[in-house]
């Protein structure tokens, strides 16, 4: 059976070469926004039906996608519960949905609307998308039943909150990434009771240094594997856990 | 019990009856899943069928409208709508029985990956031109049937019996609860659509959305349906009708109280008003 997984982000670069790269291991729920879906049969299929193979052709259409603006919180309540109306579980969460913004003074007034939602978008978020989804399903699932599925969470964070780095353009945003490191590390602990690993892999920048599939395979590596609260950092050296 | 375009000869099988590989001439479909999942799809069956459906719809429609309930003619008691409507029977056998049918239940069921419990309510519909846009809503409203199933086991409600919205119109009756899973519109008898027309049915993704700022729509045009699966998203509205009168056959398929509340909870259930 395949894993499900719930993806913020899902037309994003990142988004979208996991949808890609693996459509035929997961159930992928996609969560987007602003971006507009670049191809009409992810939205769109074609169906006949009068020769519909109920359970599997209904399903494999490609990822399901959702239109939200997770900023707004009944937007988070309806996309936990639209994954769970069709797939009944969700297994693997990716938090991968972020803005940035860069090149402007923290002194500047003017800009701190923009600063708040950065941080709604790039650290709440993940931490109000795995409550509700620990609410509406994980905290109900049977004994050890969230262990045998290695169910796990991900946060998408970036290299750009590795380090202080005071001339750093990225303010905000290494602010907000620095921000879900810790965070991560503290979801772990407390997921732990009920058997759910969170983690965050922090890329350098993308597709400009490595590969949007570079991070994609880092994020299965995490999946698949046992590391919980640990940073996977994955740069032009290669992927490791940061110290 | 009305006549058609096109009465069957002596011997043949009636166009409703055929298998629906022969009444089904558009094998392509389109579901959409923004801004939540529903089908739509257009010349949806045969030119012979649609025609006796659309001339069955005007047979009714000649009996006239009532603004008060009138099993045989087109009466205005919808929640939610500022339609007049009539009820097709349980025991119809008219083209338009096709929506009784046990194999396009089936179908529907299928695309939407829905476990219905074969309990079906179809209505003709008509909103006189000038009617203005309905309120945004959804469809999880608590339903009623008693059960008098046909032979392929298709429960079509009985009114006579049983109020769709309230329940069992007499003590005597007794009824069971079931909630709205899906709703197919069916667009018939309608003036050649073109923009601007109105009369479309809008798709929302959210509640407090304007009714004229849908997210999707889908036009009147003959021949064509939208499908959609009834879940707390699934806010949708009647959109008005500026140029001429608009048509169309609306069936619902429900599903069990307790999948809803499995679902979504028991809170998103609501008693029609």
Known sequence: MKRVCLITGALG??????????????????????????????????????????????RNAGPFLIKADLTADWELERVVELALARHDRIDLLINGAAVWTTGFSLADESRMGEFERLMSLNMLVPMKLAALIAKHFWRKEKKDGNTIWRRNAVNVSSTAGLQVAAKSQDRFYSVAKGALNHLTAHMAHDYAPLGIRVNAVAPTSFPRVIGAADVVKAIVGIDRGTCNGCVTVVDEHGTRIHK | MFETAARPVPGEQPLHRAPLASIVVNRRWTRRVFPFRHIIARDVFSPGLYAELA??????????????????????????????????????????????????????????????????AASLHHHRRGDLDGSVHRDLGLSYFTDQPRADGINPADLKRCNYTTGPTTADVKAREV???????????????????????????????????????????????????????????FLGNRASDRNSLVMWLHRSVD?????WGQNVIYRWS
């Open chain 2, 259 to 263: 999948e809803v509340v499995r679902n």
């Open chain 2, 55 to 120: 001339a069955t719809f005007r047979a009714v429609l000649a009996l006239g409208l009532s603004d008060r309930r009138d099993p045989l003619r087109f009466s205005r008691t919808l929640a939610n709508s500022n339609a007049y409507a009539w009820h097709l029977p349980p025991d119809a056998d008219s083209p338009l029985s096709l929506f009784y049918r046990r194999d396009l239940h089936d179908i529907l069921c299928g695309l939407l990956d829905i476990d219905a419990t074969g309990d079906v």
């Open chain 2, 179 to 237: 909630v709205r899973a899906a709703t197919m519109i069916f667009y018939l008898n309608n003036t050649e659509w073109h923009p601007g027309d109105g009369g479309e049915t809008g798709l929302y993704a959210s509640p407090t959305a304007r009714p004229d700022k849908p997210a999707a729509v889908a036009p009147p045009i003959n021949n064509s349906l939208i499908f959609f699966e009834s879940t707390p998203d699934s806010y949708h509205c």
């Open chain 1, 13 to 58: 670069r990142l988004g979208q070469a996991f949808c890609d790269a693996y459509a035929d291991e997961y159930e992928i729920v996609g969560v987007y926004c602003n971006s507009t879906p670049k191809a009409a049969e992810r939205p769109e299929t074609v169906v006949d039906p009068l020769d519909l193979d109920r359970r599997t052709a209904a």
